[in-house]
């Protein structure tokens, strides 16, 4: 390398190396203007020498639009501060260690994945991959001592969105990233207003527009937290908020043995790059990590009020979500053959399904046909016009036409259907616990329920009587063998979503056996779906309601019984009715289920309820402890809890 400023373009890369470029957004001429235009014409300090900086762009991952003028932003503000000159380059060969040493500090801008492997690893044959592992690993190797033998590393934004399984990367980071509630304006706390690489905000807090992200395998004892979330200015109620102790750093230094570390969070949206009070930011870090300006990295403890703001909000009782979707629900009435038929109508039910997509205006409408002596499932298509639902679509072999207005549902295709909404509620919702009940959730309507038999009190305790998933799965302090088990649920309503990413949770019975929790309203049966032993076990059928409405499981479980060596004499055994209906009769549970808390059976174990990162609400859980006979089939959970 010469000490020429130069930009390695990805065509230029693919013509000299084979790489595939990254397929970000060209730059706008009139984005680079405001960059140009934004950047500092001064260092915060002269450096010390002629320094150097490479600019690593590469995405093995999500490719945000912003890498490209993020990367070419800090090429000019090196050469118009002075402060350095830069090359920008997403080929991971510039990582050899005899290029690597002519740079002072490297810059990852929204690197994503395992970003020193080479575009369409997966399609490699086995010789190819094991080079393409070869040279990764000394990329590695290369990075940790740059950095650690004195020189410096910077990251912006998703630069933590990488090598989540190289541990030492996560070290030299301070965290990987852990999703981002907030795409939207946030208050950011300075907190350390005195340091060097806080100057540009003149000791003040200050707003801005971007995708927040949080962290995991992220402690601020091992770094200096620069700025942070302001939880005074931020919405905490939004989805996915994962860190309970409110520490939700934007940007931080440390030292990593000789070199220096600077991250920030920040660069998500383009416009971050024209806004000169980060640029100052980013120029501050770059020289820190140079080794020009210098800064105190000693950590900073969560300021008190953080800490107090992030339990409040926790222990607030919050409003109950409502469901403001008129069409979607189970719909009831009459089938006749024809209009013309001289017969009596047949009572008839269809599930009517929000679908998402086109704007969350797509629906499906699932029936049970007549046929011969039986039944055909049929899945009609139809879309939201308005408030209503219009029909006009084949399936099942015949065209379909009709629609749904009012809480009115009518169909002609094979027959004539005319049906209203039908508000299908539990027959066991809000069942009372009996006298030798172990109430583990008290229910009381309108009062949010006190968490004391519960390990995580981070689960947000709602007005209606329920606690809704938060930040962990949630554990009963006690743990249980032989019980009977009453249990409420609330799925929330989703229509964007699908699978396994609808209303997701799950009842552990002894940390070990997963009853699924999931919006599968309407949907077939499987072992994955509501009312599903996963991996093990297919319910009779889908018992599931819509999402919005309160949801029962009445179990009896028999806890596996052992010999007297400790050896397993017989697996457990389970009966389940969702909803009042029967959906598991006396099943045998042979192994434990995914996400097990182990591999064995146990006499004991706790209730588990899981967090899947959806806002599923549980409420009136209790147990009446039993004890079994070690055969034959189980009670009937239900009459004995309605008893």
Request: contains cysteine; glycine residues 10%; charged residues 20%.
């Amino acid at each position: 390398m010469n000490n020429k400023t130069f930009v390695i373009s990805g065509a230029l890369l693919a013509a000299l190396w084979g790489t595939t470029p990254n397929a970000s957004a060209a730059i706008k001429p009139e984005d680079l203007a405001k960059v140009q235009a934004a950047l500092p014409d001064k260092a915060p300090v002269a450096p010390a020498q002629a320094r150097k900086l490479l600019i690593y762009t590469r995405s093995n991952g999500f490719v945000h639009s912003s890498i490209d003028l993020g990367a070419e932003a800090l090429r000019l503000m090196g050469e118009k501060s002075g402060a350095y000159t830069a090359t920008i380059s997403d080929d991971p060969k510039s990582f050899e260690p005899e290029n690597l040493k002519n740079y002072d500090a490297v810059a990852f801008v929204s690197t994503t994945g395992d970003a020193f492997r080479p575009a369409g690893f997966d399609k490699l044959n086995a010789d190819e991959k094991k080079a393409a592992t070869a040279n990764e690993e000394r990329y590695k190797a290369a990075l940790l001592e740059f950095v650690k033998g004195g020189k410096g590393w910077m990251g912006i934004h998703a630069a933590t969105d990488s090598y989540y399984g190289w541990q030492d990367y996560g070290k030299m980071t301070g965290g990987y990233f852990d999703g981002h509630p907030w795409h939207e304006k946030v208050g950011i706390d300075n907190q350390d207003p005195n340091n060097p690489l806080n100057a540009m905000f003149n000791g003040q807090d200050f707003e801005i527009t971007d995708e927040i992200y949080q962290f995991k395998d992220y402690n601020r004892n091992n770094q200096r937290v620069l700025t942070a979330l302001d939880l005074a200015k931020t919405n905490l109620n939004k989805g996915g908020v994962k860190r309970m102790d409110g520490d939700f750093a934007v940007s931080w230094a440390k030292n990593l043995e000789k070199g220096r570390v600077f991250y920030c969070s920040l660069g998500h949206r383009e416009e971050i790059y024209w806004n000169p009070v980060v640029m100052k930011h980013y120029l501050a870090g770059l020289q820190f990590a140079m080794g020009d300006l210098k800064a105190d990295t000693a950590p900073l403890p969560l300021p008190e009020a953080t800490t107090k703001l992030m339990r409040a909000w926790i222990e607030t009782p919050i409003a109950p979500e409502n469901v403001n979707d008129a069409l979607h629900g189970v719909y009831v009435g009459n089938f006749l053959p024809s209009p013309q038929a001289a017969v009596a109508p047949k009572a008839v039910t269809a599930n009517v399904l929000a679908q998402g997509g086109n704007g969350n205006n797509d629906y499906l409408i699932t029936l049970q046909v007549p046929e011969g002596d039986g039944t055909k499932r049929v899945e009609i298509p139809s879309k939201k016009e308005g408030d209503k639902l219009t029909i006009a679509a084949n399936a099942g072999g015949a065209d379909w036409k009709g629609g749904l207005e009012g809480g009115n549902l009518k169909l002609s295709g094979v027959g004539e259907w005319t049906l209203a909404r039908d508000a299908k509620a539990s027959a066991t919702a809000g069942l009372k616990p009996p006298a030798n009940a172990v109430v583990l959730l008290p229910y009381a309507e309108g009062q949010a329920p006190k968490l004391d038999e519960w390990q995580n009190q981070n689960w947000r305790r709602v007005n209606d009587g329920s606690m809704m998933v938060n930040a962990g799965d949630q554990r009963t302090r006690r743990e249980f063998g032989d019980i009977r088990l009453h249990l409420e649920f609330q799925t929330p309503y989703m229509p964007g979503s699908r699978g396994q990413g609808r209303g997701n949770s799950g009842v552990y019975l002894q940390d070990r056996y997963e009853v699924q929790v999931l919006d599968s309203f309407g949907l077939l049966p499987k072992d994955n779906e509501v009312g599903g032993i996963y991996q093990i076990a297919v319910p009779k059928i889908n018992a599931g309601l819509p999402p919005g409405t309160w949801q029962t499981y009445d179990m009896a479980f028999r806890a596996a019984r052992f010999n007297a060596d400790g050896s397993v004499k017989s697996p457990p055994t389970i009966t389940i009715y969702l909803n009042g209906q029967l959906i598991h009769d006396n099943v045998v549970i042979p192994r434990t289920t995914g996400g097990a808390a182990g591999n064995t059976h146990v006499a004991k174990g706790s209730l588990r309820l899981q967090d899947h990162g959806d806002r599923v609400r549980y409420r009136n859980i209790w147990v009446v402890e039993e004890k079994f006979a070690d055969e034959g089939p189980l009670p009937n959970p239900l009459e004995l809890n309605k008893g």
